[in-house]
């Protein structure tokens, strides 16, 4: 009989406003978001540390009501160049630990340690690793260990900030079972309605809820069984160290703890996420050519869309031109969204690209258009904001 495997889910805690706290250590026990265009009315919240949280704000919300709420919060324009910078930072010191990494998203990655749990205990570990990064790199984590990828996540849940917490199979009903339903992954707004209708508040409700039936109807049968399997502890147990290579693709998504009604606010994600992934082609040095965005409903419906182009890019602007198509053309108008992501695929080795010219092209004019991007590029990189853009490019947006 094969041993139980002994996964980690490591989940940085507040993470961009942890990053942004290592530059601004004074405001440590200030009400603090991170937000997609700062104090700006116009933008969303990205993160915000629990200080604010007390006073209701949360990611996925517009900045007009993070002040609304707390007038007071203190708002921080997002500084992805940063967290890249200490995601590889986490990352590779993972790596150090053990082959066996998956990076899950920006802030968090699963962790097989079964191997290496045969010299070290597994809680002794997690703490060692918890020590590291809250001292060396200023990076408070919560961890949780479990026999597959879905007990190892909601154990990372359980306790935050700074929490460590064991979720084995035998204890689902014990821990998992008493706590609200909303803790599921999955369960938004919109079906924690429907269930409250039914009584149900708790996931032990859930999974004795008596007319089956009736429960399948309201939130539909492929909702009910990811929700059951999740209650009952079922999960993936292969950590993949290649599911995120960035050499094959790149992509970011973010869920969001408040499903998305409007829509002015979806395309400003859009175009935030259109932003993340032209940063990282550009710091690896790689163009794509086959741009996709994932829409995830309230509903548990997934959908992909993706377009491939003629030549391979990575700026931003083509890159969100593409993404607000795709989006134009998929969303339904109607159901709340629970998860947008982008992704580009088909990439290639930016000093590899020779670009076909016609006898028409004039080379010095290509040459000078070149060397200004880098500029602004460089410039924009120094004040941390995209302030500096081409002439058409301004006119393009007006």
């Given at each position: ?16 406003v ?25 933008g ?14 949360y ?44 990076v ?6 699963y ?30 984590c ?6 597959n ?21 035998r ?20 079906t ?13 409700d859930f ?7 009736i429960l ?40 969001f703890?408040?499903?998305?009604f ?16 032209s ?27 993706s ?18 198509e ?42 000078k ?18 302030l500096?853009?081409?002439g ?7």
């Amino acid at each position: 009989m094969n041993k139980a495997k002994i996964i980690f889910h490591i989940d940085m805690n507040c993470y961009f406003v942890s990053c942004e706290l290592i530059n601004n250590p004074k405001l440590l026990n200030e009400p603090i978001a991170v937000a997609s265009k700062g104090a700006s009315y116009k933008g969303i919240i990205l993160t915000s540390s629990y200080n604010a949280r007390k006073y209701g704000i949360y990611s996925g919300m517009p900045t007009s009501e993070a002040l609304r709420l707390y007038p007071k919060v203190i708002l921080l324009d997002s500084h992805y160049d940063l967290y890249e910078k200490y995601h590889k930072m986490f990352v590779e010191y993972f790596k150090s630990i053990t082959p066996l990494v998956e990076v899950a998203s920006i802030d968090e990655a699963y962790l097989d340690v079964t191997e290496v749990c045969k010299k070290i205990n597994p809680l002794v570990l997690a703490k060692k690793i918890q020590d590291y990064l809250y001292k060396q790199l200023h990076l408070p984590c919560s961890i949780g260990i479990g026999p597959n990828k879905l007990l190892a996540k909601i154990g990372s849940d359980y306790k935050k900030p700074l929490g460590i917490t064991v979720l084995r199979k035998r204890e689902v009903q014990e821990k998992l079972w008493p706590l609200p339903i909303s803790s599921m992954m999955g369960v938004g707004k919109k079906t924690l309605k429907e269930l409250e209708f039914l009584k149900i508040k708790t996931i032990e409700d859930f999974v004795k809820y008596q007319d089956v039936k009736i429960l399948k109807t309201i939130i539909g049968e492929q909702s009910y069984n990811n929700l059951l399997d999740q209650a009952y502890g079922n999960g993936n147990n292969v950590v993949d160290p290649t599911s995120h290579d960035t050499y094959l693709s790149m992509s970011h998504s973010e869920t969001f703890e408040n499903e998305l009604f409007d829509k002015r606010v979806m395309e400003e994600e859009l175009n935030r996420l259109s932003k993340i992934i032209s940063n990282r082609l550009v710091y690896h040095q790689f163009l794509g050519q086959t741009i996709s965005i994932q829409i995830k409903y309230n509903d548990f419906k997934n959908i992909t869309r993706s377009k491939t182009i003629i030549e391979p890019v990575n700026d931003h602007q083509t890159i969100f031109e593409v993404v607000k198509e795709l989006f134009d053309n998929a969303y339904d108008e109607v159901t709340p969204i629970r998860l947008l992501g982008v992704g580009v695929s088909k990439l290639v080795n930016a000093d590899k690209i020779v670009k076909q010219m016609s006898i028409y092209d004039n080379f010095d004019d290509m040459d000078k258009s070149i060397n200004i991007d880098k500029l602004i590029n460089n410039i924009n990189k120094e004040i941390g904001k995209d302030l500096l853009v081409k002439g058409y490019a301004a006119l393009k947006k007006n």
